[in-house]
């Protein structure tokens, strides 16, 4: 395949083919030199979603010339309507997401083709508050490893950690109430339906949560030795044939591969993806869907391969493909082959996409295989004292989540105490030795983490079953937990129903 078709790995930046001499000064270098000998001074400016300034504009540099606009101007009389608009939509993101979002952009400023980095921090210092900083830097003609430009915009680990984990709580309270208030009503109490509505809404809002975990590769909850054509079947079967009568979907599975280690609703989410990306890129729907997989030659992963004969992408389309909200299709999408690409990065694997226009698309996803020397399962004896012990230690910060909890567990009989933090816990816990069956810990907490404390839990009262729950992961939080000692898992936000199983679960072990 010739470059200029569209190879790209997770990264987004292009898989070269065959050998480059290291040694040898690339046809770049002497643009390069002399276009890093020009200053570069970065730009500035105060802006919000509608491409208005907030504060003056006043450069003189080499790239952009002398540029004065007042505050109220707008972006396209510096920058043209292709350039302003392309800014636009990323302030828009940013705002949305109060993220901090970096780039690249190509634009023409004074007739001149230039490439842009561009780093956008919400609240600037707009009256209105709802305005970002745009900080503006040429790079024209400088190498990556010179302009330090990202190969694709990238969104900062805090917003997985900030919005996930404090959304995530909120949810939980959402979701576990709803589920109270449907167990309370009779089944055909008028009610139910609203009861429903709300569900549902939830359900949607925390399918956005993972969406962005998946993207910034933080959804990777409880990884374990799967199969991987089960999850492909899944993943197929969830696709709602009916919208796509004139496509013709074929899946060319390998049952004999050997497991992956994998979460496995994660991989799920993936594959629906992109088998959702390849339908939507057939002309009037028409044309074919293949799910492949194999077993790769040359490095120990399984390939899980999407191809379809649709149209392919253009130039413009791929360099753009893995950022946030980028879509060319309808408005509110474009989260699909960003997540894709965090799952893969969650996953210690890789993605790569081959298109060109008129020849369609293949995309690859790459997953390693299972450490088949990973020591056993050990099954622990069932407890045979929840008579004696039936105390549940609720610990979380957030007391929207212990109050759902307390009243859930209250109402299937386990008597409940809550604490906010682990000295607390520590103190509650000692206190109720004798009848203490199981606690449930979130894995942030203000003075500790849910390992360290569950590990101090188990010290203090030999045989207490420990859940750790989190709204949010960083590629390691269920092992992390399991390192701690702890007897389960439970990722928010969750249902009422989910919340009991999980502790009738860790009972049981």
Same mark, same amino acid.
């Not at 900030?162 to 709580?169: C, Q, T």
């Not at 949810?171 to 576990?176: E, H, M, N, Q, R």
């Not at 569900?199 to 991987?228: C, H, I, N, W």
């Not at 590990?455 to 009262?461: P, S, T």
């Given at each position: 395949?010739?470059?200029?078709?569209?190879?790209?790995?997770?990264?987004?930046?292009?898989?070269?083919?065959?050998?480059?001499?290291s040694?040898?000064?690339?046809?770049?270098?002497?643009?390069?030199?002399a276009?890093?000998?020009?200053?570069?001074t970065?730009?500035?400016?105060?802006?919000? =979603?509608?491409?208005?300034?907030?504060?003056?504009?006043?450069?003189?540099?080499?790239?952009?010339?002398?540029?004065?606009?007042?505050?109220?101007?707008?972006?396209?009389?510096?920058?043209?309507?292709?350039?302003?608009s392309?800014?636009?939509?990323?302030?828009?993101?940013?705002?949305?997401?109060?993220?901090?979002?970096?780039?690249?952009?190509?634009?023409?400023?004074?007739? +001149?083709?230039?490439?842009?980095?561009?780093s956008?921090?919400?609240d600037?210092?707009?009256?209105?508050?709802?305005?970002?900083?745009?900080?503006?830097?040429?790079?024209?003609?400088?190498?990556?490893?010179?302009?330090?430009?990202?190969?694709?915009?990238?969104?900062?680990? =805090?917003?997985?950690a900030?919005?996930?984990?404090?959304?995530?709580?909120l949810?939980?309270?959402?979701?576990?109430n709803?589920?109270?208030?449907?167990?309370?009503?009779?089944l055909?109490?008028?009610?139910?339906?609203?009861?429903?509505?709300?569900?549902?809404?939830?359900?949607?809002?925390?399918?956005?949560?993972?969406?962005?975990?998946?993207?910034?590769?933080?959804?990777?909850?409880?990884?374990?030795?799967?199969?991987?054509?089960?999850?492909?079947?899944?993943?197929?079967?969830?696709?709602?044939?009916?919208?796509?009568?004139?496509?013709?979907?074929?899946?060319?599975?390998?049952?004999?591969?050997?497991?992956?280690e994998?979460?496995?609703?994660?991989?799920?989410?993936?594959?629906?993806?992109?088998?959702?990306?390849?339908?939507?890129?057939?002309?009037?729907?028409?044309?074919?869907?293949?799910?492949?997989?194999?077993?790769?030659?040359?490095?120990?992963?399984?390939?899980v391969?999407?191809?379809?004969?649709?149209?392919?992408?253009?130039?413009?389309?791929?360099?753009?493909?893995?950022?946030?909200?980028?879509?060319?299709?309808?408005?509110?999408?474009?989260?699909?082959?960003?997540?894709?690409?965090?799952?893969?990065?969650?996953?210690?694997?890789?993605?790569?996409?081959?298109?060109?226009?008129?020849?369609?698309?293949?995309?690859?996803?790459?997953?390693?295989?299972?450490?088949?020397?990973?020591?056993?399962?050990?099954?622990?004896?069932?407890?045979?004292?929840?008579?004696?012990?039936?105390?549940?230690?609720?610990?979380?910060?957030?007391?929207?989540?212990?109050? +759902?909890m307390?009243?859930?567990?209250?109402?299937?009989?386990?008597?409940?105490?809550?604490?906010?933090?682990?000295?607390?816990?520590?103190?509650?816990?000692?206190?109720?030795?004798?009848r203490?069956?199981?606690?449930?810990?979130?894995?942030?907490?203000?003075?500790?983490?849910?390992?360290?404390?569950?590990?101090?839990?188990?010290?203090?009262?030999?045989?207490?079953?420990?859940?750790?729950?989190?709204?949010?992961?960083?590629?390691g939080t269920?092992?992390?937990?399991?390192?701690?000692?702890?007897?389960?898992?439970?990722a928010?936000?969750?249902?009422?129903?989910?919340?009991?199983?999980a502790?009738?679960?860790?009972?049981?072990?």
């Open positions: 395949m010739q470059r200029g078709e569209g190879d790209f790995d997770a990264t987004g930046r292009g898989v070269p083919e065959g050998e480059v001499d040694t040898a000064q690339p046809s770049w270098w002497g643009a390069a030199k276009a890093h000998s020009e200053p570069r970065p730009v500035s400016v105060v802006v919000d =979603a509608d491409g208005t300034l907030h504060a003056p504009l006043r450069a003189n540099t080499v790239w952009t010339g002398s540029v004065c606009l007042p505050a109220g101007a707008s972006l396209s009389h510096w920058l043209g309507e292709k350039t302003a392309l800014l636009k939509e990323r302030v828009a993101a940013a705002l949305s997401l109060s993220a901090h979002l970096q780039g690249g952009i190509d634009a023409e400023i004074g007739g +001149v083709r230039r490439r842009l980095v561009v956008i921090m919400p600037g210092e707009g009256e209105s508050g709802r305005c970002c900083t745009v900080i503006l830097r040429d790079v024209t003609g400088l190498p990556v490893s010179v302009s330090g430009e990202r190969p694709a915009w990238h969104m900062t680990q =805090a917003l997985a900030g919005i996930a984990h404090r959304f995530n709580n949810l939980v309270a959402i979701t576990g709803a589920g109270l208030l449907r167990m309370a009503l009779p055909d109490h008028p009610d139910q339906a609203a009861i429903e509505d709300m569900d549902q809404s939830a359900r949607e809002m925390a399918k956005l949560t993972q969406y962005l975990l998946a993207f910034a590769g933080e959804g990777r909850y409880a990884p374990r030795p799967v199969a991987v054509h089960r999850l492909i079947e899944r993943a197929v079967g969830a696709v709602e044939k009916r919208a796509w009568p004139d496509a013709d979907m074929v899946c060319e599975l390998d049952p004999d591969l050997p497991p992956i994998a979460d496995p609703a994660q991989i799920e989410q993936a594959v629906f993806n992109l088998v959702l990306n390849a339908l939507e890129a057939l002309p009037g729907g028409k044309g074919r869907v293949v799910v492949r997989t194999t077993r790769s030659a040359d490095e120990p992963v399984v390939v391969a999407v191809v379809d004969d649709g149209a392919g992408m253009a130039e413009d389309v791929r360099a753009r493909m893995y950022e946030p909200f980028f879509t060319t299709r309808a408005a509110g999408r474009g989260l699909g082959l960003s997540a894709v690409q965090g799952i893969a990065r969650g996953h210690r694997g890789s993605l790569r996409v081959r298109s060109a226009p008129g020849q369609g698309t293949t995309v690859e996803l790459r997953l390693p295989l299972a450490q088949t020397d990973s020591p056993p399962t050990v099954v622990r004896e069932q407890a045979s004292r929840a008579e004696v012990r039936n105390t549940v230690l609720v610990i979380d910060d957030d007391p929207g989540t212990v109050r +759902v307390q009243r859930t567990l209250r109402a299937k009989g386990y008597d409940v105490i809550s604490a906010q933090d682990g000295e607390s816990a520590l103190r509650a816990a000692e206190r109720s030795r004798e203490l069956l199981a606690c449930i810990a979130d894995m942030a907490l203000p003075d500790t983490t849910g390992d360290v404390l569950c590990k101090q839990l188990k010290e203090l009262v030999p045989g207490v079953r420990v859940l750790v729950c989190s709204g949010y992961s960083d590629d269920a092992q992390q937990a399991s390192s701690g000692g702890a007897d389960g898992f439970l928010k936000p969750f249902h009422s129903e989910e919340l009991v199983q502790v009738k679960r860790v009972l049981t072990r």
